[in-house]
């Protein structure tokens, strides 16, 4: 007889010697709708252990970094569908301060390793950071409940492999004492310039275009890749996956010099670099426009108050996100070469635009970055395909190799 006033789901688990399995009898059975058959409810046996928690873990996670109702968290939490609220934010808090740990840990390592070609390679560290901001609407306004605007600044810091001397510190005093860029001319910087693998890429491009959009030029695909990747390949970075990892964000204003000063000192300390304990090392820093500009400001204020090189920021090598220079030069682009809102110039921008049914953008100087790159790219490639309509003297460049090809084949 069960001890509780409800049946108990099976009888008592028999050993078989034979199969050496647990038989159970089930005491519920249904009538199979088909048949009229009595058969027994299938039994499931779970197990009780600490990974049995993961699953729910991982779904309040999910519903939390989401942005769930707590009252859907709540409910979930009640039918044993997730833990409570208050069990999934000290989760999270456990699991920051383990990252912590192994942040810190990264950010003090100086291993180095020798590469294959002889180079002594080392882990440069590289922070990433903007600014960022939400609106903060409160439900029920009174006195000390002000709608606002929550500020602060958001970093990520991860590693990448480069040469041990381009992070030494006393070798960039040198370089700056000897005072090189004097030497420095534009014919100089031409000369840096490889002409022929540039007139290499450049014919490569003509081909692709080709290639994408003239079915009949699509067989060529194969080797315009391999030339890219072999005879005009220059120097090409490695494919390297680096762990990226979010810093804790700061209350500080990145427009304010001071508090970006104070941010970023934060921001040291959570790899591990303090004032009386840092390596001595050049250490990369890079953002958008504003970013790189104001962080300049500080090494610029800080560097005849400070002979330390921490505290004078000398570590600190300012980087432009190449993103945001990419960004930069497409809106000169498109401010330069649009044109005016009425033009019939065929050469503008704004002309192809209008043709194929885009838009013109809101703000010619500040456009909005994947849009507006495709837009571009296309026109350069509709543009190269004109080129080749001048070269083969035709109107009509896909008649042209349509014919061909039926030329070719005999059909």
């Known amino acids: 007889m069960p001890i509780t006033h409800f049946p108990t789901l099976s009888t008592s688990p028999a050993y078989c010697e034979i199969s050496n399995t647990l038989e159970l009898t089930g005491n519920f059975s249904y009538a199979d709708p088909t048949t009229g058959e009595r058969l027994l409810l ?14 729910p873990l991982a779904r309040g ?3 939390v970094s989401s942005l769930v109702p707590v009252d859907i968290i709540t409910f979930n939490s009640r039918v044993a569908g997730m833990p409570a609220l208050g069990t999934i934010k000290n989760a999270l808090k456990t699991f920051s301060d383990l990252k912590a740990v192994v942040i810190r840990r990264r950010g003090r ?5 020798r590469a294959s070609n002889g180079r002594l390679m080392t882990k440069a560290k590289v922070y990433t950071f903007d600014n960022c901001q939400h609106f903060w609407r409160q439900g029920e306004l009174r ?9 602060g600044i958001a970093c990520t810091f991860f590693e990448i492999f480069v040469d041990l001397e381009a992070l030494d510190v006393l070798d960039k005093r040198r ?15 031409l000369g840096m310039i490889d002409q022929i693998n540039l007139r290499r890429v450049g014919t490569l491009q003509f081909l692709e275009a080709l290639s994408n959009y003239v079915p009949e030029a699509a067989i060529y695909k194969p080797e315009i890749d391999l030339r890219y990747r072999t005879t005009a390949q220059k120097l090409q970075v490695p494919l390297v996956k680096h762990e990226i990892s979010p810093l804790a964000s700061s209350g500080k204003n990145e427009a304010s010099i001071p508090e970006l000063k ?3 000192l934060d921001f040291f300390e959570q790899t591990g670099q303090t004032e009386d304990d840092f390596d001595s090392r050049l250490l990369f820093v890079g953002g958008d426009g504003m970013s790189y500009n104001n962080l300049n400001l500080v090494k610029k204020y800080l560097q005849n108050h400070h002979p330390h090189s921490f505290r004078s920021f000398e570590i600190v090598r300012p980087t432009l996100a190449i993103w945001h220079t ?13 044109g005016a809102p009425l033009n019939d110039n065929v050469a503008s921008l704004g002309h192809s635009a209008k043709k194929i049914g885009r838009a013109t953008p809101g703000n010619l100087k500040k456009v909005d970055f994947y849009p507006s790159a ?4 296309l026109v350069h490639d509709v543009r190269m395909l004109d080129c080749w309509s001048i070269h083969f003297e035709t109107t009509d460049i896909f008649e042209y190799f349509t014919t061909l090809d039926q030329l070719k084949t005999g059909h």
Do not use: K, P
Not at 109 to 113: A, E, G, L
Not at 175 to 189: D, F, G, H, M, P
């Open 61 to 63: 996670i999910l519903y």
């Open 326 to 338: 990419l960004w930069t030069d497409l809106c000169r682009i498109f401010e330069t070469h649009w």
């Open 374 to 377: 495709q837009l571009l790219t």
């Open 175 to 189: 370089r700056i004492a000897s005072s090189r860029r004097t030497e420095l001319t534009v014919e100089s910087l």
């Open 42 to 55: 299938d039994i499931y046996i779970g197990s009780q252990n600490s990974e049995a928690r993961l699953l």
């Open 262 to 264: 104070d941010a970023f």
């Open 143 to 151: 006195i000390g409940r002000e709608n606002r605007m929550v500020i």
């Open 109 to 113: 390592d100086i291993s180095t390793f």
